[in-house]
């Protein structure tokens, strides 16, 4: 059920339904209070990368397929393609741009590849 939750909840925020989010994220926080709250993290004594951690563990509790992935990679396809379009030919960008874009391009790539290869579609595995 919180798998359902979490899409509505993501699926208003994609249509800037903000509010309404709030409330269903907010609901999920009260069946789920056990598992504590991270939704302001400025005004916690943890990092972001601790809070992401703990997201993590949480959501393994209770997810049982990646369906999150499936919704971020589109995600990354929609923001990718406009960004493509954005950037003009020739165009000089900044230094820590470019390094974003190699890094999200690389990460991508392992990502793919070991998917791959667990998935036996190399050419040598199917012989």
Do not use: C
């Not at 709030?22 to 809070?51: H, M, P, Q, R």
């Not at 393994?60 to 030919?89: G, P, R, T, V, W």
């Amino acid at each position: 059920m919180i798998r359902d939750l979490v899409k509505i909840a993501n699926k208003l925020d994609m249509l800037d339904m903000h509010n309404e989010a709030d409330i269903v994220d907010e609901a999920i926080n009260n069946a789920y209070s056990d598992i504590g709250d991270f939704s302001k993290l400025e005004e916690t004594n943890i990092s972001s990368d601790e809070a992401f951690s703990a997201g993590v563990s949480v959501s393994k509790l209770n997810q049982k397929s990646s369906y999150m992935s499936k919704q971020q990679l589109a995600e990354i396809h929609e923001l990718s393609s406009k960004l493509y379009f954005l950037i003009e030919d020739n165009e000089q960008i900044d230094d820590w741009k470019e390094s974003y874009i190699a890094e999200i391009a690389s990460k991508l790539d392992d990502v793919y590849k070991k998917m791959k290869y667990h998935k036996g579609e190399y050419g040598i595995q199917k012989s």
